[in-house]
């Protein structure tokens, strides 16, 4: 499965590395960020679960081998490749950094040691699984961050790239401290708690809103959250709160949060329904929870979607999956790339975390503190179970929580986290720039 998810060039290349001798060379990529996207301190690490599926459940069925053969670019290339795809499995080695895990640009996320071929061909999955995932739960983040302690529920799959990217999206949301989501098959796949009652259809669909209330109260009970600006905001929330408990709230959708929820507030108090909470969504991201939160506002709750799903001011990130390392028979040769904006680092590396800082250090160096990069998959197969969402989760509010204050604005920080190469990283930068033969 999956084995046509990819760019062609990384087919052409493993068609060549076949034909050329090179397919038995065992070659290390590292998977890193170049550079912060605008207003990001870290970024929060999201999608391994993703990979290593992808890495366990790599093939090529006949099909699709079919396919290749019948393309202009493979016709020079001998059928013993074409068998070779039929039997090809991922037979290397993960490290990876656990899901959850603030990282910063220049780190290693994960690295794949194998075959070049096995090396080669997972780039363009395992580019674009990481950086989404990573991106939401980075957005996420950042969102639960201004909200001081009120619900963040992710609402946007109706606005992301694809129904995957929701699913998805609600996964990588939730490591990034959502509270849960409005995807039930997020909730279905990945046990996160899933949150929702009614749309304005509902409403509308019965011939008064006291009705449509009435009726949604009877079915739902505790869990009914009345949406209120189908018609009149105000009345709607004094129509709701006529019909008194059980009831978890009511829901703003559109208007002005700030004055809504405060005239809100009042009504439901005045009706006895003090314990009744307020949600708000709608067109909200970290900067307007932010400001909703510094204003006052008396909201409980907030239901983030387009802004969420999309990460929207940053939609993409410059991810980079990057050849450091060849051993050709037992021969290690470092590889890196010296391109001006665009280099690579040579060499196997791992990352220790220290109280203040970072250390980018060669793979096999001693360091201080915790040593992120950990085995994943080797020799083809998972070492242990990988952590759940709710681990993953854990860690990430665990690890946010560590990180300076300055840190977790939403402005670009002065001062970055601080990341320094060690000693023995710096001399083969060095040695590899001088042995590069153009």
């Known amino acids: 499965m999956n084995g046509l998810l990819t760019d062609l060039y990384e087919l052409t290349m493993a068609a060549g590395y076949f034909e050329t001798g090179k397919a038995d060379e065992q070659a290390t990529f590292e998977y890193s960020f170049r550079r912060l996207p ?15 599926d992808y890495l366990l459940n790599l093939r090529f069925c006949g099909e699709e081998i079919d396919y290749l053969r019948g393309l202009t670019q493979f016709r020079r290339a001998p059928e013993a490749f074409f068998d070779y795809l039929h039997c090809f499995r991922f037979t290397g080695d993960l490290f990876a950094v656990p899901e959850g895990t603030p990282l910063v640009a220049g780190e290693p996320v994960l690295a794949i040691r194998a075959p070049i071929i096995e090396a080669q061909i997972p780039e363009t999955y395992v580019l674009s699984a990481i950086a989404f995932q990573t991106s939401i739960a980075t957005k996420a983040a950042r969102c639960v961050e ?16 694809t129904p995957e990217a929701g699913v998805l999206g609600a996964r990588a949301a939730y ?10 098959l997020a909730g279905f796949r990945f046990g996160i708690p899933v949150m929702g009652t009614a749309a304005h259809s509902w409403v509308m669909a019965f011939t008064s809103e006291t009705e449509a209330f009435r009726q949604l109260q009877r079915v739902l009970g505790e869990a009914a959250v009345q949406l209120i600006d189908t018609y009149d905001t105000l009345e709607g929330a004094r129509r709701a709160a006529s019909l008194g408990k059980p009831g978890w709230g ?7 949060f700030l004055s809504l929820s405060r005239e809100v507030r009042a009504i ?17 991201d970290e900067y307007r929870i932010r400001e909703l ?5 008396p909201i409980d709750a907030f239901g983030v979607g387009t802004q969420l799903a999309t990460s929207a001011d940053a939609p993409a990130l410059s991810a980079i999956y990057k050849m450091v390392e060849l051993d050709i028979q037992g021969i290690k040769r470092y590889t890196a790339k010296f391109s001006e904006d665009k280099a690579s680092l040579p060499g196997v590396k791992q990352i220790f975390r220290e109280a203040e800082r970072d250390v980018v250090a060669r793979a096999g160096e001693c360091g201080r503190g915790e040593a992120l990069l950990r085995p994943t998959i080797l020799r083809g197969r998972l070492v242990e179970d990988l952590p759940s969402v709710e681990d993953a989760r854990r860690r990430a509010a665990e690890s946010l929580a560590q990180l300076p204050a300055h840190l977790r604005e939403l402005e670009t920080a002065e001062r970055g986290w601080p990341v320094f190469h060690s000693r023995e990283l710096r001399e083969l930068i060095g040695r590899t720039r001088q042995n590069l033969t153009p």
């Not at 490591?175 to 039930?184: D, L």
């Not at 009511?250 to 002005?256: H, K, N, P, Y």
């Not at 439901?268 to 909200?284: E, K, P, T, V």
């Open 38 to 52: 605008a207003n990001r301190n870290f970024l929060l690490s999201a999608g391994l679960a993703q990979v290593v």
């Open 146 to 161: 201004t909200a001081r302690g009120r619900a963040v529920i992710e609402f946007g799959t109706r606005r992301a790239h």
């Open 175 to 184: 490591i990034g401290g959502c509270a849960g989501t409005s995807n039930t």
């Open 293 to 297: 939160m510094r204003d006052g506002a």
């Open 268 to 284: 439901l108090d005045g009706a006895g329904l003090r314990d009744a909470r307020i949600m708000a969504s709608g067109d909200l």
């Open 250 to 256: 009511v829901r703003l959708d559109s208007g002005d």
